[in-house]
């Protein structure tokens, strides 16, 4: 009996797939998942894991139970919970607040609360500059994101020196300790003239001063791509995200 070329052809390609579908997806462990079913988070938080992609973010960090991790600019204290609840009680996470924004209860009072809260009792806040960041002790991760974009504006978030910022993310972290990065993408080409004005940031600028301090880079997750996205708006969490991760070598 002779098969059509026309009805064989989408067959394999149908079983090809399946195949390669296991291999693709993204295996989430069991204690990013506990992290994610927190109780104890609000359900705003919830209701925007839909667009944030928690599972897929934290799972491809690498992050898990007893790392230190610093957290930059943890305003909003999205992932400051899960990340707590990945790290665990032999773990630490240590969020950063501006001098001048430590007092201002847009982007302090949730950090303080988690802080407060018998539950995160592993998590601590560091008043610091945003443009040296550090923690009392070596670590093995430092988490940012969708604020990259804004070290390269002027303000309490700026960095002032973008060089000096991430060599200082490079002698915060232990050897081979890994630099998260997420941020509201940008056009390619644009480099970093939309941080101010869409608050996006062309990944490619990012990559070359990420590994400019000496760091390499490990790889990337689509997990936050969207399909034919507008890089002319202003960013929201629901736009496309680039999703990097870095390492400091051994």
Same mark, same amino acid.
């Given at each position: 009996?002779?098969i059509?070329?026309?009805?064989l052809?989408? &067959?394999?390609?149908?079983?090809?797939?399946?195949?390669?579908?296991?291999v693709?997806a %993204?295996?989430?462990?069991?204690?990013?998942?506990?992290?994610?079913?927190?109780?104890?988070?609000?359900?705003?938080?919830?209701?925007?894991?839909a667009?944030?992609?928690?599972? &897929?973010?934290?799972?491809?960090?690498?992050?898990k139970p007893?790392?230190q991790v610093l957290?930059?600019?943890?305003?909003?204290?999205?992932?400051?919970?899960?990340?707590?609840?990945?790290? #665990?009680?032999?773990?630490?996470?240590?969020?950063?607040?501006?001098? &001048?924004?430590?007092?201002?209860?847009?982007?302090?009072d949730t950090?303080?609360?988690? +802080?407060?809260?018998?539950?995160?009792?592993?998590?601590?806040?560091?008043?610091q500059p945003?443009?040296?960041?550090?923690a009392?002790v070596?670590?093995?991760?430092?988490?940012?994101?969708?604020n990259y974009?804004?070290?390269?504006?002027?303000?309490?978030? #700026?960095?002032?020196?973008?060089?000096?910022?991430?060599?200082? +993310?490079?002698?915060?972290?232990?050897? #081979?300790?890994?630099?998260f990065?997420?941020?509201?993408?940008? &056009?390619p080409?644009?480099?970093v003239?939309q941080?101010?004005?869409?608050?996006?940031?062309d990944?490619q600028?990012?990559?070359?001063?990420? %590994?400019?301090?000496?760091f +390499?880079?490990?790889g990337?997750?689509?997990?936050l791509?969207?399909?034919?996205?507008?890089?002319?708006?202003h960013?929201?969490?629901?736009?496309e %995200?680039?999703?990097?991760?870095?390492?400091?070598p051994?």
């Open positions: 009996m002779t059509s070329r026309n009805l052809l989408p &067959a394999l390609v149908l079983i090809v797939g399946f195949c390669a579908a296991p693709m %993204q295996k989430v462990p069991g204690y990013v998942s506990a992290a994610i079913n927190d109780a104890k988070r609000p359900d705003a938080d919830k209701d925007a894991d667009y944030r992609a928690p599972a &897929a973010s934290v799972a491809f960090s690498k992050a007893g790392d957290e930059l600019l943890g305003i909003g204290g999205y992932y400051t919970r899960i990340l707590s609840k990945v790290v #665990g009680p032999k773990g630490h996470v240590y969020t950063t607040i501006p001098p &001048a924004l430590k007092d201002n209860p847009k982007f302090a950090e303080k609360a988690i +802080v407060a809260d018998p539950a995160y009792s592993n998590v601590s806040i560091e008043v945003t443009g040296a960041p550090s009392p070596p670590v093995d991760m430092v988490w940012t994101s969708d974009h804004d070290l390269h504006n002027p303000g309490p978030v #700026g960095a002032e020196d973008i060089n000096a910022f991430n060599k200082a +993310v490079f002698a915060a972290l232990k050897p #081979g300790g890994i630099f990065v997420i941020d509201h993408k940008g &056009a080409g644009t480099g003239t941080t101010g004005s869409l608050h996006r940031v990944p600028a990012v990559k070359d001063e990420v %590994q400019k301090a000496g +390499v880079f490990e990337e997750s689509d997990a791509r969207r399909p034919n996205e507008d890089y002319t708006a960013s929201t969490f629901k736009d %995200q680039f999703i990097f991760r870095f390492r400091k051994k």
